[in-house]
């Protein structure tokens, strides 16, 4: 399989709890970018990294939250504490150097009960 | 990057082309348009872009007009599944901007 792949592809999780989210994108891709969406929004930029740097991070990116991209492969996105608020699908997405085109995996759908 | 407006629904008749409007009247010269689509439940899939000339591939094309203020995306034979929310992005950064974009329903 040659496309972004998520991991896990849903999550229920008690509020106040951790979870970790996992993005493998393209292999040859350095850019990856995360996103959230909730219902019926536009998928809302969360953070950027190019190969093991992390770029960007928007303001939506509490300090609860926190991104990783060792080596500059895959991709981990860690909330803590969870809170109902931060239910919504995770979005990760990979670009080549070019940039043209990005290509998104199939998202990560977070619900906080 | 540039704002863009686009309506928030549309219907089509399969078979026929559909053309979907975008706005993006405060674009800047090295901004490019980008189109994706999101069906129910999947991520967001690229479509096209495009600077200033118009483009075609295999799924679409892109009608940027001269002043680039507003761009077209067309659907030449819209099939019931091209039913998805389509997004315009005007970005010359490495982010794209999602607005809620165009639901469009293609009837049988």
């Known amino acids: 399989d040659t496309g972004v792949s998520q991991n896990p592809r849903h999550k229920i999780t008690k509020r106040g709890q951790n979870v970790t989210f996992r993005c493998d994108p393209i292999?040859?891709?350095?850019?990856l970018y995360w996103y959230r969406q909730t219902l019926g929004q536009g998928p809302e930029f969360l953070t950027y990294?190019?190969?093991?740097?992390?770029?960007?991070k928007s303001r939506l990116l509490s300090d609860r939250f926190s991104a990783e991209r060792p080596k500059g492969s895959f991709s981990t996105l860690e909330i803590q504490r969870t809170e109902q608020g931060d239910s919504a699908m995770y979005l990760c997405?990979?670009?080549?150097?070019?940039?043209?085109?990005?290509?998104f995996g199939q998202g990560t759908r977070l619900t906080v009960v | 990057d540039a704002k863009t407006t686009q309506p928030p629904s549309m219907d089509c008749a399969e078979g026929r082309a559909a053309n979907l409007p975008c706005n993006h009247s405060?674009?800047?010269?090295?901004?490019?348009v980008y189109w994706y689509r999101q069906i129910h439940s999947q991520g967001p899939q690229y479509i096209i872009h495009?600077?200033?000339n118009n483009e075609t591939n295999e799924m679409a094309s892109l009608i940027i007009t001269e002043d680039r203020k507003s761009s077209t995306l067309i659907l030449p034979h819209a099939t019931l599944r091209d039913t998805a929310v389509y997004y315009c992005?005007?970005?010359?950064?490495?982010?794209?901007?999602f607005g809620t974009g165009t639901r469009l329903k293609v009837l049988a």
């Open positions: 495009g600077l200033k």
């Open positions: 992005i005007a970005s010359g950064t490495y982010k794209y901007i």
């Open positions: 990294f190019q190969n093991e740097a992390q770029l960007e």
């Open positions: 997405a990979s670009l080549n150097g070019m940039g043209t085109e990005a290509f």
């Open positions: 405060t674009i800047s010269g090295n901004e490019y």
């Open positions: 292999s040859e891709h350095n850019r």
